[in-house]
């Protein structure tokens, strides 16, 4: 496996990746936000797989290659058990085809019960969640390759298929898993993917909340370093990148905290904002949440994705003028 040259980009500097909340009234505001985000500079723009929550991020991501130019595009993450794996390696392509080689592909397991059963999804363990991410990671770059491809596992089988046309990118569009688990997430991230994407929240008994930091952040990214080594894998090869699982900003303390409470007031488009505690949110002036940024670059962060309401101008605003130039990567 070489090294993707998106992620070969970061020899060059940090970069930042919003992803979008859209809510039940924020898929009027879907093409003003992309658009902003492109303007701002900012090298991706995302959305989230809650399908029951808000619009479908396939469509939303179609609809954001037909009014940028530059910024990156995909969902971090998608669900690999909403659709069949060779469903996705067709979708993607085609994304990557329109955006003219712009489509991220990131991929997890899926976590929110609730979906699952109103879509009629199997909510298997994780352990098996896990597999069938596996398989698709074997079935989704097989589909995209010169022949035609045969697959037999234990929860997918296709073939012979081949996708075309294939995506537009070569070698093909980057993989990000995300999750922070150590002993299956990161080992498929080294194996398979282009990126990972780790955080430090985990489920408490509270709800989301902030457990760690930069410390633990080191030692995630530790974790895939030697998982890279156990393949003989370079650890160059994986994108190191940090997602804030919701980003506010304003011009002083007061703003930020009615800006807070007004996410706990009208109910937040993000599953996971709504099953957190402030903890798990970062929030602040820009004085005070650079801080916060500069010390996870200093642990080898390459890449930060931020969850951001769409109608959150003013976050973005800041984020891109007041934060971005302050944080640089370590020597």
């Not at 160059?236 to 007061?254: G, K, Q």
């Not at 940024?293 to 200093?298: C, E, I, R, S, V």
Request: with cysteine; hydrophobic share 40%.
């Amino acid at each position: 496996m070489a090294r993707h040259p998106w992620v070969a980009e970061a020899d060059n500097g940090l970069r930042w990746g919003i992803q979008l909340v859209l809510g039940e009234e924020g898929l009027g505001r879907l093409l003003d936000a992309g658009r902003t985000v492109e303007a701002l500079g900012f090298d991706g723009c995302f959305i989230f797989d809650h399908p029951a929550i808000q619009a479908d991020p396939w469509i939303c991501v179609a609809a954001l290659a037909g009014i940028t130019e530059r910024v990156r595009l995909g969902s971090v993450v998608s669900c690999v058990p909403y659709r069949h794996p060779a469903l996705i390696a067709r979708m993607a392509a085609d994304v990557d085809n329109i955006s003219r080689g712009r489509f991220m592909l990131g991929l997890g397991i899926g976590w929110l019960q609730p979906e699952f059963e109103a879509f009629g999804a199997n909510f298997d363990p994780t352990s098996e969640r896990f597999a069938a991410l596996e398989e698709a990671l074997e079935i989704i770059p097989g589909v995209w390759g010169p022949e035609k491809f045969a697959y037999v596992g234990r929860h997918y089988q296709i073939g012979p298929l081949q996708v075309t046309p294939p995506p537009m990118q070569s070698p093909r569009p980057p993989l990000m898993i995300g999750g922070s688990g150590e002993k299956r997430s990161l080992r498929l991230v080294a194996q398979y993917a282009d990126a990972c994407n780790v955080n430090d929240v985990a489920h408490t008994e509270r709800g989301l909340e902030r457990v760690g930091g930069p410390e633990l952040i080191a030692h995630k990214f530790d974790v895939v370093r030697r998982y890279c080594e156990e393949l003989g894998r370079p650890y160059d090869e994986v994108l190191r990148t940090h997602f804030t699982l919701r980003l506010v900003l304003a011009s002083d303390e007061r703003a930020v905290a009615e800006k807070v409470a007004a996410i706990g007031q009208a109910g937040s488009g993000s599953p996971a904002t709504r099953r957190a505690q402030p903890s798990a949110f970062m929030t602040g002036t820009p004085e005070q949440v650079v801080r916060y940024y500069q010390a996870l670059a200093d642990v080898g962060a390459q890449y930060f994705i931020m969850q951001v309401d769409s109608g959150d101008t003013e976050t973005l605003e800041l984020l891109a003028r007041e934060i971005v130039p302050r944080v640089t990567t370590r020597a």
